[in-house]
Each structure stands twice: as structure tokens, then as C-alpha cells.
């Protein structure tokens, strides 16, 4: 390969790296209806970031959850007392972490 290829492989793997980035619904406060009722905005993602939804319930009830942008995202549930935790990540697609 001669070396004149080289400087746009460069910038074509960067431009590739940098379209694989997602936009996430980013939310402070998703309340019990999924309505966000603070800081709804969107973020996006960096190379080793997922969109996150976290779900907060009361018995099977939800009570209130979070949105946005999470580095090194594991799904996660968590049960304390009479309050449950669900930690959904994904990166299938844009705004895949719907409420
Ligand atoms: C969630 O917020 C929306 C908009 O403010 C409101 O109409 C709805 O009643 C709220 N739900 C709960 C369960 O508070
Ligand atoms: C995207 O999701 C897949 C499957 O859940 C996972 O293996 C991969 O590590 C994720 N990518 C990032 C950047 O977190």
C-alpha cells in the first residue's frame, strides 16, 4: 500500500469512529407516568459509552427513572427493602434507551 493512502485511511476510520457515536435521551427525572420532568436534553456518545435507562420500582410499580449517557454501561438489578433498581444499557441504536 503506498504511503499517499495512508493519511486518508486515517481520516476515513476517524470519520467512521466518529458516526458510530449515539445520540441518547438524556433525562434528570423521568417520573411515574415516563414523562421527564427535568433536565431532558440529549447527550451523545463517546467511544466506550452506552445509552442508559434507569427504572426505579416500588413492587412491580415504577416510581420514577433516569436517561442519558453511561461509560462502560452494565445491566444491572438491584433490590433493596421494597425498592428495585433496573439498569438497562444499550447501543443498537439512536434513542434505543427509551423510558
Ligand atoms: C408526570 O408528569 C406529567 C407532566 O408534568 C403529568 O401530567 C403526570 O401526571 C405526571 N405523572 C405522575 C405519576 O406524577
Ligand atoms: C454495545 O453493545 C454490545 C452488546 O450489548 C456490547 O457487547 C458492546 O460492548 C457495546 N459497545 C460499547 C461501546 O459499549
Known sequence: MG???LLPLVILSLL?????ALYCFHC???N???????GERFCE???TEQCYVK?????????????GCRNLCFP???CSHKYTVELTCCNSSSFCNKF
Not at 411515574?32 to 427535568?38: L, Q, R
Not at 427504572?55 to 436517561?67: D, I, M, R, S
Open 55 to 67: 427504572k426505579v420500582y416500588e413492587g412491580t410499580t415504577v416510581l420514577f427513572g433516569y436517561q
Open 28 to 30: 434528570d427525572r423521568v
Open 16 to 20: 467512521l469512529g466518529f458516526l458510530q
Open 45 to 47: 456518545t463517546t467511544a
Open 3 to 5: 504511503k499517499h493512502l
Open 76 to 78: 444491572f438489578m438491584g
Open 32 to 38: 411515574a407516568s415516563g414523562v421527564c420532568v427535568s
